[in-house]
């Protein structure tokens, strides 16, 4: 049914499409890979030329570590990016969909289900122009048998001998560090329907990861078992953060440490020590997303203890958020008004510019609305991006064409609110930690940036009002008993008084 796949066309040049074709391109260069997107800014970026001075690739729309040396090898090579979406999807052996599937803003499901229409109109697209056979990849997070309405999309509007197969393949990179698991992933996952042609696409699609996965990380399941491991590997994550977070705050009220609590536990086998970090909350594009995901797939189901298991994760992580802004204004005798917070770190991990869903973006409302003074400083966010993250509301429905783009309302009532924040005077974005600590009655970890552990803290002390508070939003980051020796008043998650 399909030859050896020598043509690849990635379908979304975010993210996930952008880094993962990228990587794919490197370790395969026998086979020619294009990745196009709807949004030509985008791929203007993604072709943006190096820097003149570090020939450093600075450019480009997703900062991860490494991706720009690979962008470079690569790029006119084996691998383009382009807006000619019908051209790449003809040329293409192998197609991945790895296109946005936010949660639906209006509509029935709104607020939790997925909003499919990215991969519905990929797959039409795929159907319309299509010449010939061809294995398509479900590369993007989606809800359990979508694989099967791509299917009946594809087998009523394709022209006549064509024949497609449909995988699951759904992808485990964490942002920040994309090329390290890109590289070494732990498993590569891949469903398949049980038919001869279709576990060929999966045997094709295997043969491709082989050019540097061993084989045996790689895991073929059924077509439904792979999209909802996707789903459940999120939750089980963000549900580990909510239950060590809830662990926490006991602490915090005991004397007992949660860095402690974490390693006890973590010597366990069974439990391990990994991703157990106590924060002011998980954020990024996908945990929130795909848990609500779940808690709607199985209200459809009428599943609803099972809706209202994975809901108290959620509820977990908005009351860890909430319960850390409260620990701020408490702290600082119970009124922020008027007192300069400086909020370091905007992005929702470190490693990344990426802002979608920070805890950073619900602490800084939270400040403003009891009337503080912030000063933000994030190494790689842009300032644009924290403006906009200011002052939208993410459950607005978005009117731009591209709602990909961290979900970011281009519209004229977001510029005006943009403006009135400005001159209002109440934020100001500071271009270096220090500065940003300046005259500041506190300092607000939200991000945990290496190079805010190794900040000067004594400087920071002696620009600071006094008394100087330290909140650290993620345990263990800051070393607690040295900043008290210099004469910070510290308040770390998940550390008892
Ligand atoms: P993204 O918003 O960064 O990128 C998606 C891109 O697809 C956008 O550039 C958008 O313009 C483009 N697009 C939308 N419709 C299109 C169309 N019809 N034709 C061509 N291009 C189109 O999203 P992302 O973060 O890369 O996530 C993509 C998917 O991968 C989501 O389902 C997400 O849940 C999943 N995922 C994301 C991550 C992550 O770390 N961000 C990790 C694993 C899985
Ligand atoms: C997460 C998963 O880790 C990936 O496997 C998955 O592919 C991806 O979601 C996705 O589907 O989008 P990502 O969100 O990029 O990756 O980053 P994580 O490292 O998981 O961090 C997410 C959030 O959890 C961050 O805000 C981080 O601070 C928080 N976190 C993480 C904690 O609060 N504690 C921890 O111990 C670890």
Known sequence: FHPPVRSICCIGAGYVGGPTCTLLAARCPHIQVTIVDVNPSRIAAWNSPPDPLTGELTGLPVFEPGLGEVVKACRGRNLWFSTEIDEAIRAADLIFVSVNTPTK??????????????????????????????????????????????????????RPGIHFDILSNPEFLAEGTAMRDLQNPDRVLIG??????????????????????????????????????????????????????????????????????????????????????????????????????????????????VAEYWRGVLAMNDWSKARFAQKVVSTM?????????????????????????????????????????????????????????????PSRPSPSPYPGSGGVLLDSSLDASIASLKSSSRVTLASSALEACRDAEAVVITTPWDQFRTLDWQAVFSQMQKPAFVFDGHSGFLDVARLEKIGFKVQAVGRGP
Not at 122 to 139: F, H, L, W, Y
Not at 204 to 224: C, F, S
Not at 280 to 300: A, P, R
Not at 337 to 352: E, H, I, N, P, Y
Request: a neutral charge; glycine letters at 6%.
């Open 333 to 393: 005798f119970n009124t922020i008004t008027s007192k300069r917070v400086a909020v370091l770190g905007f992005a929702f991990k470190k490693d990344t510019g990426d802002t979608r869903e920070s805890p950073a973006i619900t602490l800084c409302r939270t400040f403003l609305e009891d009337n503080a003074l912030l000063s933000i400083y994030d190494p790689k966010v842009p300032h644009e991006q924290i403006w906009r993250d200011l002052v939208n509301d």
């Open 192 to 305: 398949c329907l049980d038919t001869p042609s279709g576990r060929e696409a999966a045997d094709r699609l295997g043969e491709v990861y082989e050019n540097w996965v061993a084989p045996e990380r790689i895991y073929t399941t059924g077509l439904w078992s792979s999209e909802l491991s996707k789903l459940a590997a999120n939750a089980l994550l963000a549900q580990r953060i909510s239950s060590i977070n809830s662990l926490a705050a006991i602490c915090e009220s005991t004397g007992a440490n949660i860095g402690e609590v974490a390693h006890a536990c973590g010597l366990d086998k069974r439990i391990g020590p990994n991703f157990l970090r106590a924060t002011c909350g998980f954020g990024g594009s996908c945990f929130s997303k795909d848990l609500l995901n779940l808690v709607y797939l199985s209200e459809s189901l009428g599943l609803h203890p």
């Open 105 to 158: 803003k209006s509509g029935i499901g709104a607020g939790y289900a997925a909003d499919l229409h990215y991969v519905e109109s990929s797959t039409r697209r795929i159907a319309s122009v299509a010449t010939s056979s061809k294995i398509i990849v479900e590369k993007s997070t989606v809800p359990c048998r979508t694989a099967s309405s791509m299917r009946t999309i594809l087998e009523a509007n394709s």
